[in-house]
């Protein structure tokens, strides 16, 4: 059970990652400060805020990494790339040092491409811990990263709320330190077995709580939000208190599973909650668990896992469901690795790639623009409430995504 409980710990470090490391969302609150101090023009001030969005099209390096690499060793390096893209600029923009307009550019791209990192990170932590519930799991804690914005708005209020540049001090130095923070549970992590079926309902109950908390927490950071830095450092403080309240999850269920071992409980509950996977999917999962030391798993080759699940086969029912997966098509299971010659053969994944790309850049253009616009207007000084108004819907939209998880169970 300490390994169930241990599980909600790294869920928690990876919504605190995410919280904190959606450092591309507040670049409208100090690019007109960096545009002046640059002396830059719109044009180039707009081709710094896309380095800083192109440094994802570099994300596919944590994947290298992660082969050549522990998770916590890539973790270290996003804080790194972060600290050195987003620390250099605010020494530039500080007047500090001097550096020309392409160097910019380069950390601009350091500062995109941590990003990525972290959320390598993340996916890798959700779908080792939550193999029933790995869509739940990424899509709460990539929900996070939308509220990034909101949260280094109310922390750079209450320590200066007239410095447009304590942001890129504040982006190079919280997602540091919230890394460091991160790392035990992280090198704690054990191997997650197979969870029965009333285990499997109470983790998808835990999983609905979590998501009626994100939206309190959400709510909190749009409606409550202040200028003056007395109340904003009462308010930030409250933030963080929402963003631990979680932290008594692992002691919950450890405690739970303590007392029905001393009372030895015969209590069991049955058809309650909801499970995001049907019984004979789990069994061809715990299958995959189980020969995955002999067998060679994750390489997309539906021959090979047919090989492997052999035993699956021998009965009538469990035939059924190996059939369906590979009548279909599909990847063996999601969260498992293929090879990238796999993946770009498939229509799915193509379909991904052209709704991110063409869909997902709407978004980041508007965000990006925001302080222009903002100052375009006349109301500047709004800068940062339309951010984090734009931060707090994002984190809403992102949240929604799991909505339809929900639906299906």
């Not at 969302?25 to 002046?36: I, Q, T, V």
């Not at 997650?192 to 959400?218: C, E, H, K, Q, Y």
């Not at 002691?251 to 029905?260: N, Q």
Request: hydrophobic share 50%.
């Amino acid at each position: 059970m300490a390994a169930q409980s241990r599980k909600w710990m790294i869920l928690i470090a990876t919504i605190w990652i995410q919280a904190f490391t959606g450092t591309n969302f507040d670049f409208s609150s100090y690019s007109s400060e960096l545009k002046s101090v640059l002396g830059i023009s719109q044009l180039q001030l707009n081709y710094l805020a896309v380095a800083s969005d192109l440094g994802k099209a570099f994300g596919w390096s944590s994947g290298l990494a992660l082969m050549y690499m522990p998770l916590w060793v890539v973790l270290i390096l996003a804080a790194l790339l972060g600290f050195v893209g987003y620390g250099l600029q605010w020494l530039v923009i500080r007047q500090i040092i001097f550096l020309p307009y392409f160097a910019v550019f380069v950390l601009c791209l350091f500062a995109g491409c941590s990003i990525c990192w972290f959320n390598t990170v993340c996916f890798v932590l959700c779908i080792r811990n939550f193999p029933a519930h790995r869509p739940l799991a990424i899509s709460l804690t990539v929900a996070f990263n939308g509220l990034s914005a909101a949260l280094y708005n109310l922390c750079a209020n209450a320590i200066n709320p007239s410095s447009d540049t304590l942001y890129l001090l504040l982006n190079a130095v919280i997602p540091f330190i919230t890394s460091f923070a991160a790392l035990p549970p992280i090198l704690l992590q054990t191997s997650i077995r197979p969870l029965p079926s009333d285990a499997v309902r109470r983790d998808s109950l835990i999983f609905l709580l979590l998501n009626f908390w994100a939206v309190l927490t959400g709510l909190y950071l749009l409606l409550f939000t202040s200028s003056d830095s007395r109340t904003a450092r009462f308010l930030f403080s409250g933030a963080v208190f929402l963003l631990g309240l979680p932290l008594c999850i692992p002691g919950v269920v450890y405690a739970k599973a303590w007392f029905h071992r001393m009372v030895n409980s015969s209590f069991r509950l049955h058809e309650t909650g909801f499970i995001l996977v049907g019984v004979d999917d789990l069994e061809l999962h715990k299958q995959l668990i189980i020969t995955q030391d002999s067998s060679a798993m994750g390489n997309g080759d539906a021959q090979t896992i047919n090989e492997s699940l052999s035993g699956c086969e021998t009965g009538g029912e469990n035939r059924g469901c190996c059939g369906r997966v590979m009548e279909k098509d599909r990847l063996a299971i999601l969260g498992e690795e293929h090879k990238a010659r796999v993946l770009v053969s498939r229509v799915d994944f193509w379909l991904y790639y052209v709704a991110y790309f063409c869909g997902g850049t709407v978004g980041l253009v508007y965000s990006n623009n925001i302080g222009q616009i903002a100052e375009s207007l006349g109301d500047g000084v709004k800068t940062t409430n339309l951010v984090t108004l734009y931060s707090s819907f994002s984190f809403f939209g992102r949240l929604l995504s799991a909505a339809p998880d929900y639906v299906r169970a």
